[in-house]
């Protein structure tokens, strides 16, 4: 069974430009999550996805903005880089909404903003 | 309210002997807890689970550990550890709150290894 995919694996952008990030779920799950990881901030919650619809946002900008495709696979969008963008954006697909089902992580994509 | 703490930011041991990572949540509500593993530029890796069975729960890589109610804590642990073991260490609590699924992760605990 085929895990979590994220491309790109490393992203460089500068300041202002926008990233497209994008994640294939584990078949079968229809939930994607988005964290964002940057030094010293641990994971921090972005975005939520189910069966096509955002089910939840963290605290974060507008600027960060993602959807869901039918075939349930998930594309994050940031506009206007800032340099503190920069970190570890990783996806993890769940089956279903169950709160006993584990999230299984994709190795994420380094996005890195000079 | 929903929270997670991981008691030590870093932890130190010398390969072959035993591991102790603590966790301790508080959850208003009757939480499924996970322990992930995560190596340098990797993605999470789930190491077990909790979802109300059995208090003692068995992973991968030789890691298990016990759900205590009492003391609402979720301590992983590993009888003899190895140098591939050195990574961080995630704990999260997973409970429905307020009409929906909330996961909470804590900080993550650093592990060392040493010869």
């Known amino acids: 069974e085929a895990g979590v995919t994220q491309s790109p694996t490393h992203l460089i952008k500068t300041r202002g430009q926008q990233a497209t990030l994008r994640c294939s779920p584990i078949?079968?799950?229809?939930?994607v999550y988005w964290y964002q990881q940057a030094l010293g901030l641990g994971l921090q919650f972005l975005l939520w996805y189910d069966e096509g619809e955002e089910r939840n946002r963290g605290n974060f900008p507008p600027r960060f903005s993602g959807r869901q495709f039918p075939n349930y696979s998930s594309e994050l969008n940031v506009n206007a880089l800032e340099l503190e963008d920069s970190a570890l954006y990783l996806c993890?697909?769940?089956?279903?909404?169950?709160?006993?089902?584990?999230?299984?992580f994709g190795d994420g994509t380094r996005l890195s903003i000079l | 309210a929903q929270s997670v703490t991981q008691l030590d930011s870093h932890v130190s041991v010398s390969e072959g002997t035993p591991v102790l990572l603590r966790c301790n949540y508080s959850?208003?509500?009757?939480?499924?807890l996970f322990w992930y593993v995560q190596h340098p530029n990797k993605g999470l890796q789930l190491l077990l689970k909790y979802t109300s069975a059995a208090t003692l729960v068995k992973g991968i890589n030789g890691f298990e550990a016990e759900f205590k109610k009492s003391e609402t804590s979720f301590h992983l642990t590993k009888p003899s550890a190895h140098m591939s073991d050195a990574a961080e260490y995630f704990c999260v609590v997973s409970a429905y709150v307020g009409g929906g699924n909330k996961l909470t992760f804590g900080t993550g605990t650093q592990l060392k290894v040493e010869l």
């Open positions: 993890a697909s769940r089956y279903g909404t169950v709160s006993n089902q584990p999230q299984h």
């Open positions: 959850s208003s509500y009757s939480p499924s």
């Open positions: 078949s079968g799950h229809t939930s």
